[in-house]
């Protein structure tokens, strides 16, 4: 039973577990859905990504901090990923409220 407990435990904070930092993060705001941070794709690698997000909550702007990809295309891939994340929305946020994502691309088998 409690290495059942344990195993909920650990996978719960997986799910959450790319969204690393910035204000909106340090505020509170939460990503509405429960998105992927892991995309199936043509390549593998990773990119750190700096979003912009607005009041209504959603993603205005990208600028990746961090890769290991090398393919244009699967940046842009990842790139068009992010910008249709939805945070929570609300009117005491700033006007634009920043986070910092990390999604990693992975080849199929």
Do not use: C, W
């Not at 340090?26 to 892991?38: N, T, V």
């Not at 961090?66 to 929305?89: G, Q």
């Amino acid at each position: 039973m409690n290495r059942l407990l344990f195993l909920f435990l650990l996978t719960s904070s997986f799910s959450y577990g790319q969204y690393i930092g910035g204000s909106a993060k340090d505020e509170g705001r939460k990503l509405i859905g429960s998105p992927s941070f892991i995309v199936e794709g043509f390549t593998n690698g990773f990119v750190k990504f700096e979003l912009a997000i607005d009041r209504e909550g959603n993603v205005t702007g990208t600028r990746a901090l961090d890769s290991n990809l090398k393919n244009t295309p699967a940046r842009m891939d990842l790139t068009n990923y992010v910008k249709k994340m939805k945070f929570e929305a609300g009117t005491y946020y700033p006007k634009f409220h920043h986070a910092i994502v990390k999604v990693t691309m992975v080849k199929p088998n």
